[in-house]
């Protein structure tokens, strides 16, 4: 389920999150994933903040667009629609 959209993910951050509070090195490790996450938001918000309207238009579009291939890629591979 992890590649398609949807609740698979989910449940992965679930699972690693339970295992975290047993596992000193899972819980190291979704630390040091959310420091760099962090820093990654951080990022983008400040980019984000300083660009321009259609430049924020663009970036919308050129996203959607990567996310529907994405999608018809995923459903195109799963169902095998031809």
Same mark, same amino acid.
């Given at each position: ?7 698979? !993910? ?13 596992? #000193?090195? &899972?819980?190291?490790? =979704? ?11 951080? !990022?983008?918000s400040v980019a984000w903040n300083s660009t321009p309207g259609v430049g924020?238009? #663009?970036? &919308?579009?050129?996203? =959607? ?18």
């Amino acid at each position: 389920m992890v590649i398609a959209p949807g609740p698979g !993910w989910l449940a992965l951050f679930l699972g690693l999150g339970m295992l975290g509070g047993e596992l #000193l090195p &899972v819980a190291r490790f =979704l630390d040091w994933i959310e420091v760099r996450l962090r820093k990654l938001v951080r !990022w983008v918000s400040v980019a984000w903040n300083s660009t321009p309207g259609v430049g924020k238009a #663009l970036i &919308v579009l050129a996203i =959607l667009t990567v996310v529907a291939t994405w999608a018809y890629g995923t459903y195109h591979f799963l169902f095998g629609v031809e």
